[in-house]
């Protein structure tokens, strides 16, 4: 048996804009999806989501039947095509990350079913190898994915993340600070976030490129403001970059009201975090100011959680 976990993650400034090719900034946080590979005695692949309360079955010459497993379909396929043999399984999925809620749940739990499932078949592969993989599983749930997600899923820390050119690991330091996220309680699908966005670029280009422009300087800024430790300009920043987000028609009024519940409150910075929509809201405050900006968000919202940057990325638990 082989326990693999992955992280969620927040991005603190730069979504949508990455999906241009602009750069965006995002980090890991300390809620983890967790899969749990075994081989089989026969050539069936049975999996199971604790979260969804579902499960689904096939063989090399089969389908899943549930769309909710097709990515991880995928990911099987690659990892036993690099075996030269087919292997049964058994794969469970418990995921702590919130479904659609922009803190990339299908994307941790792409990356640790690609950890768990390679170490179970005795594969050993690179991190980049691993967040590959995961990319490609992100397709099938997200169209046209920036990347962003699997890549901070498995490497962990905080990244600046640019589409054309990769990522590169940001050397900070969160402590003293906290992200506080609360949940709108709307659902809401990235996908079609994403393309509704693309439409309205497409439709008022001259107008819309300088905005993805702005963003992209903003995100140069938000970097050097972590580098140097500065968290009032990071939250400067994130207000900033909420606006642009609302200029692009992905906020409404419920997530207005939690990020401006959330400054009123103290909050550095407040925004929306994913795909927008709904969702969730994510705010910055420094340990002493947290519980304070989280009391202000559990009277608008049903779910409010306090979380630490988490440094690490995808491993193996046991």
């Given at each position: 048996?082989?326990?693999?976990?992955?992280?969620?993650?927040?991005?603190?400034?730069?979504?949508?804009?990455?999906?241009?090719?602009?750069?965006?900034?995002?980090?890991?946080?300390?809620?983890?999806?967790?899969?749990?590979?075994?081989?089989?005695?026969?050539?069936?692949?049975?999996?199971?989501?604790?979260?969804?309360?579902?499960?689904?079955?096939?063989?090399?010459?089969?389908?899943?039947?549930?769309?909710?497993?097709?990515?991880?379909?995928?990911?099987?396929?690659?990892?036993?095509?690099?075996?030269?043999?087919?292997?049964?399984?058994?794969?469970?999925?418990?995921?702590?990350?919130?479904?659609?809620?922009?803190?990339?749940?299908?994307?941790?739990i792409a990356v640790a079913s690609t950890l768990a499932i390679s170490r179970i078949l005795g594969l050993e592969l690179s991190r980049g190898e691993v967040s590959s993989i995961a990319y490609e599983a992100e397709k099938i749930v997200h169209g046209k994915p920036s990347g962003i997600d699997n890549t901070i899923s498995t490497y962990g820390g905080a990244i600046v993340y640019r589409k054309s050119e990769g990522f590169i690991s940001l050397d900070c330091n969160f402590s003293g600070y906290k992200l506080?996220?609360?949940?709108?309680?709307?659902?809401?699908?990235?996908?079609?976030?994403?393309?509704?966005?693309?439409?309205?670029?497409?439709?008022?280009?001259?107008?819309?490129?300088?905005?993805?422009?702005?963003?992209?300087?903003?995100?140069?800024?938000?970097?050097?403001?972590?580098?140097?430790?500065?968290?009032?300009?990071?939250?400067?920043?994130?207000?900033?970059?909420?606006?642009?987000?609302?200029?692009?028609?992905?906020?409404?009024?419920?997530?207005?009201?939690?990020?401006?519940?959330?400054?009123?409150?103290?909050?550095?910075?407040?925004?929306?975090?994913?795909?927008?929509?709904?969702?969730?809201?994510?705010?910055?405050?420094?340990?002493?100011?947290?519980?304070?900006?989280?009391?202000?968000?559990?009277?608008?919202?049903?779910?409010?959680?306090?979380?630490?940057?988490?440094?690490?990325?995808?491993?193996?638990?046991?």
């Amino acid at each position: 048996m082989v326990l693999a976990s992955a992280p969620a993650k927040v991005i603190l400034v730069g979504e949508h804009f990455v999906v241009e090719n602009e750069p965006a900034i995002a980090v890991a946080i300390d809620l983890r999806a967790y899969v749990t590979a075994t081989k089989r005695d026969d050539d069936l692949v049975f999996l199971k989501s604790l979260n969804l309360g579902i499960t689904d079955s096939f063989r090399e010459s089969e389908s899943v039947k549930l769309r909710e497993f097709k990515p991880l379909e995928v990911i099987i396929r690659e990892l036993e095509r690099r075996t030269g043999s087919w292997i049964g399984l058994n794969i469970v999925i418990n995921s702590k990350i919130p479904v659609a809620a922009g803190m990339g749940s299908s994307a941790a739990i792409a990356v640790a079913s690609t950890l768990a499932i390679s170490r179970i078949l005795g594969l050993e592969l690179s991190r980049g190898e691993v967040s590959s993989i995961a990319y490609e599983a992100e397709k099938i749930v997200h169209g046209k994915p920036s990347g962003i997600d699997n890549t901070i899923s498995t490497y962990g820390g905080a990244i600046v993340y640019r589409k054309s050119e990769g990522f590169i690991s940001l050397d900070c330091n969160f402590s003293g600070y906290k992200l506080i996220l609360a949940d709108s309680g709307i659902p809401r699908s990235t996908g079609e976030m994403v393309a509704k966005v693309r439409r309205l670029k497409s439709k008022y280009p001259k107008v819309m490129d300088p905005l993805y422009h702005s963003a992209g300087r903003l995100t140069i800024e938000a970097a050097r403001a972590l580098r140097d430790g500065d968290f009032i300009k990071l939250g400067e920043l994130m207000n900033i970059n909420h606006g642009l987000l609302s200029a692009i028609g992905v906020s409404n009024e419920k997530l207005e009201q939690l990020v401006y519940a959330a400054r009123k409150a103290g909050a550095l910075g407040a925004k929306i975090t994913g795909a927008g929509g709904g969702g969730y809201i994510v705010a910055l405050a420094s340990d002493d100011i947290a519980d304070r900006v989280a009391n202000a968000l559990k009277s608008l919202s049903k779910r409010v959680i306090i979380s630490s940057v988490s440094k690490e990325g995808a491993r193996v638990e046991q």
